[in-house]
Structures are given as C-alpha cells and as structure tokens.
C-alpha cells in the first residue's frame, strides 16, 4: 500500500533511463519523417513527370466533371448503400442459422446438416459474378409468378447466396472454438442444448468472430458494386459508366471509388476498434 | 432403498476402453462420501454420468428413489437438481460474476431478473465476494473463481452437490478457501460426492471413503479405516504414492 507520505521520486539512473528512451523516440519520429517526406516526393515527382500526367489528369481527375457526374454517381452510391445494408443483415442471419445447423449433433439432424454443408460447399466454390449472373438473368427467365424480378432485389440474393457461405464457416469456427466444457457447465446448471447455444456459446464465438466478421462485411460493401453487372440497377459503378460513356473521361470512375472509401474505410476502422474491444474476449474457463 | 443416491451395475465404456464396469454406490442423505483413486479411475467419468452429462452404457442411477437414467426422464430437469462444480471452474468468461449466478435460475426456472440478483448477492456475500459482483472472472484469483463456481451450482438449491477435483488447480495457499466452503456445506447438511486429492480434508469430513480401481469401488469404509488400515493391496499402494507425492 502506498501511503500519503511516499515521496518517490526517480532516481538519477532512472531518469538518464527516461532521458534516453525520450531521445530514441525523438530520432525514430525525425526518421520516419524523413523518408516518407522522400519517398512520398520521389513518388508524386515519378508520376507527375510522367509524358502522359497532363492527359491522365485531365481524363481521370477533372474538377469539372467531378462536379458535374457527382449528383449522378451519388445517386447510384445509395443504391450500393441500401443493397449493402440488406444483405449485411440477410448474410448475418442466414450465415448464423447455416453454422448452428452445421454444428448440430445426432443423426436426427443429419438431412439438415447435409444441407447447410452442401449449401456452404457450393456458393463458397462459385465465382460471385457466375452467381448474379445466374440469379439475375436466370430466375426472370423461369417466368415464375410471385417470384421477384426486380434487379436490384435479385443482385441482393446473389449477394447473400454467396456471402453467407463465407460468414456460416466463420460463425462454424467462432462456435467450435468454444470449449466443450462451456456447454457442459451450462448444461450442469439446467440449461436446454438450445438455451445453452443462446446464452453461452454463441455470445462467445460471436466475441471472437467480429475481426473476420467486418472483413467479410467490408469485403460486401465492394461487391455491391457488382450488380451493375445486371444493367437495370443504375447504382454508383453503373452511374459512372454512364457518364463515363458520354465524354470519354473517366473522372467519374474516381468519384465513385471515393466514395467507396468513405463506406470502407470508416468499416476497418470500426473493425479495428471492436476487435480491441470484443476480440479480446477471454476464453475458456481455465487457467 | 433410501439412499438419495443410489448407483447399481453402472457401466460406461468410451469405445473399447471400460471405465467403469458393475459400479454399485450408495449415498444417504446429508452424507459426504469421498472418491479416491489413481488418475484415470474413473471419477470424473461416474460425477459425470451422475450429472447426465454422459449417457451410459448399462445399470441404473436413482436420484430420490427415482431412475434418472431412464430416457424418458426430463434431463435437465434432474440436472438442475444436482450440482456439479469442475476442475476447471468453467466459469462463463463473457458474463459477470453476478451474471454467472443468475443465468440460471433466470432462463431455466423462471425466476424475474431482481429477485435473482438479490438471491446471488446473498449467496455472494455467503462466499465473502460480494463486492466482486461486478467483475468478469478473468480479474479473479483461481481460489475466488472456484467459490463463484460452487456459488452458481448453490443458487439452483440442489439436493447433491458433485465435486470433482476443485482445489487442483489452485495454488496451495488458496486451497484453503475453497475447502472451507466444502466445510460449511457439510455442517448445513448438503449431500454431497467429492473426488479429491486431498487427503487431509478427506480424513476431516468425510462420512465414507471409497477407493475406485478398475471400474468399481474396491474399498469403502470410515476414512481412519480406507487411509489408515487398508485391507486392499492396491489401496496401499495408491496410498504409498499419495504420501511419496507429499499429499498426505
Ligand atoms: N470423453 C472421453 N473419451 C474417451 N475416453 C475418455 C473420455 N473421458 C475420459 N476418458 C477415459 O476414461 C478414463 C477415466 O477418466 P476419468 O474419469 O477422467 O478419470 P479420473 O477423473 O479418475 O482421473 C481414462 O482412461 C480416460 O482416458
Ligand atoms: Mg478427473
């Protein structure tokens, strides 16, 4: 316990210590701001001699048109925006159910073991653009009353088709990451198998799944992008294409992709924040 | 039989290997029977199957006079019942102290959340952690975790408590607490079935010792009778390297 009276103060070898890790840290910061300072300029010095940086800054990177495409590609940015948002949720619910039926023990289960893991195997082994393409083009052709043939809603399901694929096997892994003898303590005290999977084994794999989670989730936001590929969605890619196709500048690409970083970059953010914040999630039970 | 615990002709294999064969054992009520026997005996295992956390392979486990391994019985049903606390303490790392106590009587028998907290407090400030309500069990030393454990199994009222091994993974200096909270129990009158190393706590509060080998109970009696004058050559031996290891 230290007291009132505890006047401690550093000792003439700590705080040559303390001068000294001040100094290193002084030289390490000039150093590092030294060569980004050189590389950075040799980069934009590279680029911006370059025989054809006067065309390229016109074609890729003109104000003008910026302000001119912007109202257009933002338009379609918000399309990529809901279609996110849905198939985020959709991609978490789905992948979540695939995992518990994956998990499930018995030979009761089986058939619906069998599915999910057939399911899994399959939408995680095709190429996404394959599955719009299907989706797309293919569902509208069957004529099926009652059947959506909306573009965007379709671009939605081939999107969700695929990623929960991916975010089942994380769920999977986050779930059989928790030890045995969780479910065994939980079971011990009265719990059901399911109450034991809501309230004790799920809220522990969940914890550890949430870095691989925001990356798949990031990973979404981008291939919104593609059901462009279905033309009647006129969302951000497709906007800029229009606009692109008038004037032969491809300005209008760039304000698109800028605007995808305003979505992402603020997601990996958030990703790194809750993986110190839940990843940290002790495990176990054991010493 | 009116026994609260009565086992007859148990038999629980785990593939080829037998771990217990023909396993009888009786446990009256406000007793405290003590499981010895070298590692691997198979003491985890029959806390286990006691617990139904295990299905077994042959015989009957009566609980109040009533077959629980019947598969017709509710299961969960019985296992709220029984207390069990692990090695290990098995605590939920991703709940609270408070929590850990209450997540039971809340999902399983129903009880409003205010009540529950109240309940766990008390039997919080029993084990003297009642001002760690609040922290996950990771900021716990081992020996307060274990007494949360024992707490947790506590607050469903259980008619038997199972201990397997609780204090071998504590450090030495807080075995103590947790043995003391055995103790207490014992003079409240719980039933209650202990596999231990513990010798020492063995001899002190223990109505029967029994000494498992090769799938059965080989020796049963007084502890002064099974640890001091063993009429079985293996319980000697058992006994020799208990006292070699320093443990009696
Ligand atoms: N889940 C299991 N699968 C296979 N074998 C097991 C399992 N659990 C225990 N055993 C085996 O059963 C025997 C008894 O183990 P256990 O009950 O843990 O003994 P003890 O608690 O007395 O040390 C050991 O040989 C062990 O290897
Ligand atoms: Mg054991």
């Known amino acids: 316990m230290s007291s009132a009276e505890d006047t401690w103060s550093p000792s003439a070898l700590q705080r040559e210590r303390d001068a000294y890790r001040k100094r290193q840290g002084l030289r390490s910061l000039l150093i590092a701001g030294l060569s980004t300072l050189v590389v950075g300029g040799a980069l934009i010095t590279a680029v911006v001699s370059a025989p054809g940086w006067e065309r390229t800054r016109t074609t890729f990177f003109n104000w003008d048109k910026a302000v001119e495409s912007f109202p257009a590609v933002l338009a379609g940015f918000w399309i990529n925006v809901q279609v996110f948002a849905v198939s985020a949720l959709c991609v978490l619910i789905v992948g979540m159910a695939l995992a518990v039926l994956k998990t499930l023990r018995g030979p009761v289960f089986w058939p619906l073991r069998a599915l999910a893991t057939v399911y899994v195997d399959v939408f995680r082994g095709l190429p996404l653009i394959l599955v719009l393409l299907l989706v797309g083009f293919g569902v509208p052709a069957l004529n099926l009353t009652g059947v959506p043939t909306d573009p965007i809603v379709l671009g939605c399901v081939a999107l969700v088709l695929t990623y929960s694929a991916y975010v089942a096997e994380v769920f999977r892994a986050g779930i059989e990451s928790v030890h045995p003898s969780q479910r065994a303590a939980a079971r011990s005290l009265g719990l059901s198998g399911p109450q034991s999977l809501r309230y004790v084994v799920l809220p522990q794999a969940v914890r550890r799944v949430v870095p691989p989670l925001l990356n798949d989730l990031a990973s979404l936001t981008k291939d919104s992008g593609l059901i462009s590929v279905l033309g009647a969605a006129i969302d951000a890619v497709r906007a800029a294409q229009i606009e692109t196709a008038t004037s032969f500048n491809f300005t209008p690409y760039v304000v698109a992709g800028a605007l995808f970083l305003v979505l992402t970059i603020p997601l990996t953010r958030l990703t790194d924040r809750a993986a110190r914040r839940y990843g940290a999630v002790p495990g176990g039970g054991h010493l | ?248």
């Open chain 2, 1 to 248: 039989m009116s026994a609260l615990l009565g086992i007859e002709n148990l038999r629980k294999s785990y593939g080829r290997s037998v771990v217990l064969r023909d396993f009888s054992l009786d446990v009256d009520e406000h007793d405290v029977v003590v499981l010895i026997g070298a590692s691997g005996s198979g003491k985890s295992t029959l806390l286990r199957c006691i617990d139904l956390l295990e299905t077994v392979d042959d015989g009957v486990i009566e609980l109040q006079g009533r077959d629980i391994t019947d598969p017709r019985v509710n299961a969960d049903e019985v296992r709220s019942r029984i207390g069990i606390v692990f090695q290990s303490f098995n605590l939920f790392p991703h709940l609270t102290v408070l929590d850990n106590i209450t997540l039971a009587p809340r999902k399983v028998h129903g009880v409003p959340a205010e009540l529950a907290r109240e309940r766990a407090l008390v039997t919080l400030e029993r084990v003297g952690l009642k001002d760690r309500a609040d922290a996950y069990p990771d900021h716990l030393s081992g020996g307060q975790q274990q007494r949360v454990a024992i707490a947790r199994s506590l607050v469903n009222d259980p008619v038997l408590m199972l201990f397997d091994e609780v204090t071998s993974a504590l450090d030495p200096e807080l075995v103590g607490e947790v043995l003391a909270m055995l103790r207490d129990l014992k003079s409240e009158g719980m039933t209650m079935l202990v596999a231990t190393h513990e010798m020492g706590f063995a001899r002190q509060v223990a109505d029967h010792v029994c000494f498992l080998d090769g799938g059965r109970v080989l020796e049963r009696g007084a502890p002064e009778q099974v640890l001091g004058e063993p009429t079985q050559d293996r319980t000697r031996q058992f006994l020799r390297r208990i006292i070699e290891a320093g443990r009696l």
